[in-house]
């Protein structure tokens, strides 16, 4: 019914993805999908367009009432349509979080490795970061517990990812248990980025940290958007989830001067987004399991050296190339010998310079392709 496995030409269109390198590297670095927008989201911008004036908005009531039943049938979360702000995307709502509940000098917890805007949103406030590494094992990553219990101590706010970018680890509710257990304790604020909450593998169940009680929502500021999922980024629109009242006007105050108004479109495509996309989704969802997947047979088929934990969530793959025993970082021999533009491990902190990240919300012979000129590249090096 839906066609992904035909890309859109996206060279000439602004694409942040496509621009920053020449024509000949395939990029596949920013969490950005080659995949059409699902013509239910697309023909809502249209009819919006209809209209000539395209002046500030907010919210409707219906795209409200679709968020709260949608997490009550999804997570079985209960909120009120009041207890949503709508945002810019999920990336001020983390900074808003922290400006509007720690002053300078204060620590932020976060587990490493960790996708860049949120390892870099401390030092926007003037406050610490205290690193806590996720550990992996033969089956994929988890938690340190006793390190996070540790920290957690020392920490005003936890910045949690989950799903988690760039591992594509899904956190368990008994995971997640501990933490709000840990954070109820040293009396620690969770800002929880949940963006990637709609790509979850494998029948896994997502389970929004807030959702577990109201005691644990009341120090939570939950951050979801359509965007990663939709494949409608450069719309520009998320939004916090704040059951306190409280916390939610702190929140709000935190916004002046810095955050106004949310996109009029990306409010449109959010709603028939949620309204009206699901079996895309669905579709989308069969589609990246697939390529998760065939990406692990083609790496043990052709680059066995390169050490791959299948992602439970997302379209990103978190790629260990330490064996590869390259002479300089993978992302830099990637980029000049198979010109392939990966994301750097570097980029998600310090330790992790073996590792690339790679997204493959792409199209198959698109992923093939990828690693056969990462092989390719290695076989010349090594014929060299």
């Not at 409200?64 to 945002?87: E, G, K, M, N, T």
């Not at 805007?117 to 006793?146: F, K």
């Not at 990306?266 to 697939?290: H, M, V």
Request: aromatic content about 10%; overall charge negative.
């Amino acid at each position: 019914m839906y066609d992904f496995d035909t890309a859109p030409d996206r060279l000439e269109t602004s694409s942040t993805k496509w621009s920053r390198y020449p024509a000949d590297v395939l990029p596949m670095w920013i969490a950005d999908t080659d995949f059409a927008v699902a013509p239910a989201i697309v023909s809502a911008l249209r009819r919006r367009l209809d209209h000539p004036i395209l002046g500030y908005a907010v919210a409707k009531g219906a795209l409200r009432d679709q968020i709260v039943a949608d997490l009550d049938r999804r997570f079985r979360w209960q909120i009120s349509p009041d207890d949503i702000v709508f945002l810019p995307g999920v990336e001020p709502g983390f900074n808003m979080a922290l400006k509007a509940r720690l002053t300078p000098g204060e620590k932020v917890l976060i587990q490493t490795p960790m996708y860049r805007p949120i390892l870099d949103a401390p030092g926007h406030w003037g406050l610490e970061p205290l690193q806590v590494p996720l550990v992996r094992g033969e089956q994929g990553y988890g938690l340190d517990r006793d390190a996070l219990a540790a920290k957690l101590t020392e920490a005003r706010a936890f910045l949690l990812c989950n799903p988690h970018n760039p591992t594509g680890y899904v956190y368990t509710r008994d995971d997640l248990a501990f933490i709000a257990a840990a954070c109820e304790a040293a009396d620690t604020l969770i800002v929880s980025d949940e963006i990637h909450c709609d790509l979850v593998f494998d029948g896994r169940p997502h389970v929004p940290i807030a959702s577990l009680a109201p005691e644990i929502a009341k120090r939570t500021i939950t951050l979801m958007s359509a965007s990663k999922t939709y494949n409608i980024p450069g719309l520009k629109t998320g939004f916090a989830i704040i059951t306190d009242r409280d916390l939610r006007n702190a929140f709000n105050t935190a916004r002046g001067g810095m955050v106004d108004s949310v996109n009029l479109m990306g409010l449109e495509g959010t709603l028939a987004a949620y309204r009206d996309a699901g079996p895309w989704r669905e579709a989308l969802l069969d589609y990246l399991q697939e390529n998760r997947d065939h990406l692990g047979r083609e790496l043990q088929r052709l680059i066995p050296g390169i050490r791959y934990h299948p992602p439970e969530a997302s379209f990103l793959a978190w790629l260990d190339c330490s064996a590869l025993e390259l002479k300089q970082t993978p992302h830099a021999f990637f980029l000049r010998e198979a010109k392939l533009g990966l994301y750097a491990g570097e980029v998600f902190g310090a330790g992790y310079e073996a590792f690339v990240r790679l997204n493959f919300g792409c199209t198959r012979s698109t992923l093939t392709n990828a690693v056969e000129r990462m092989a390719v590249a290695l076989s010349r090096r090594i014929g060299s």
